[in-house]
């Protein structure tokens, strides 16, 4: 019998003058990956992810569809294979994306409420190191902490910056779901920083996968490299996927170049 547990992870926003310029001095002093951080579990090796999104609005499924594509082309290179696609009648859900904060993930296990300064979060089912199922919500109506009066969280008048953040905090939460834990506001070359302003105003997630997240996610032990070639190689293209060819043998490479270089119940506050 497997033994379930429920965890729950968010993305936090900052208001934007404090973020903006927390942002700005880390950006001079990070030249490189931030130091990884991990949730302790993640979806199995080269699973397909069958995806709900029939609680959100036209404008924020199509945010979540560029997430989700931006993920599907990193895993394509970085060892975990896993896949995300829309649910059908003969694909089972696995996971939720709603505005509905306490919406149960699809496995049935209860979700909270919005901690403070949760833009977005992520309820998952877990089973030992392996996810099971998850439910991702978003705050539409939060505002962000310590702005007077209060900022909200999300301006949907402003339709291309709404977009913009739901693609960017859908980014974030399917990152804790390769594995990725948060990292402090102010933290460059991932999606895995905090939000700051509405709508992520200040840009402070990015809106792709970067190399560092490509780079994290190939480090989990979930997903493990496959196994060496035996042949030689002239170029890459004589390599399997994953590999490339360095000085005439195919080197375990995940991302296609040198490259760069969760925490369980993590919670990091501006």
């Given at each position: 019998m497997r033994t379930r547990q429920i965890s729950s992870l968010s993305v936090l926003l900052c208001g934007a003058g404090l973020a903006v310029s927390v942002g700005v001095h880390r950006v001079s002093a990070q030249t490189g990956c931030p130091t990884?951080?991990?949730?302790?579990w993640q979806w199995p090796q080269n699973q397909t992810v069958y995806y709900d999104d029939s609680g959100l609005n036209s404008t924020e499924?199509?945010?979540?569809?560029?997430?989700?594509?931006?993920?599907n082309t990193a895993n394509g290179s970085n060892g975990s294979g896993v896949s995300f696609f829309p649910a059908d009648a003969a694909h089972h859900t696995t996971l939720v994306l709603t505005n509905n904060a306490t919406a149960p993930t699809p496995s049935g296990s209860a979700c909270s409420a919005f901690s403070s300064g949760a833009a977005a979060k992520t309820c998952a089912t877990t089973s030992g190191t392996t996810l099971v199922s998850a439910t991702v919500s978003y705050n539409l109506s939060g505002t962000i902490p310590n702005t007077n009066p209060p900022q909200p969280m999300y301006d949907q008048s402003d339709s291309t910056g709404f977009s913009q953040a739901i693609q960017e905090?859908?980014?974030h939460e399917v990152g804790h779901t390769m594995g990725e834990g948060d990292?402090?506001?102010?933290?460059?070359?991932?999606?895995?920083?905090?939000g700051c302003g509405t709508n992520d105003s200040g840009n402070?997630?990015?809106?792709?996968?970067?190399?560092?997240?490509k780079?994290?996610?190939?480090?989990?032990?979930?997903?493990p490299p496959p196994p060496p070639p035996s042949n030689s190689c002239n170029s890459d293209s004589d390599c399997p996927t994953s590999y490339t060819c360095g000085k005439g043998t195919c080197?375990?490479?995940p991302t296609g170049s040198s490259g760069g270089m969760v925490t369980f119940n993590a919670r990091l506050s501006c």
């Open positions: 990884p951080t991990s949730t302790g499924q199509g945010a979540v569809v560029t997430a989700f594509n931006e993920w905090y859908t980014l990292q402090p506001a102010g933290t460059t070359n991932t999606v895995m920083n905090q402070c997630i990015p809106t792709n996968v970067t190399t560092c997240d780079t994290q996610v190939s480090k989990e032990p979930a997903y080197v375990y490479n």
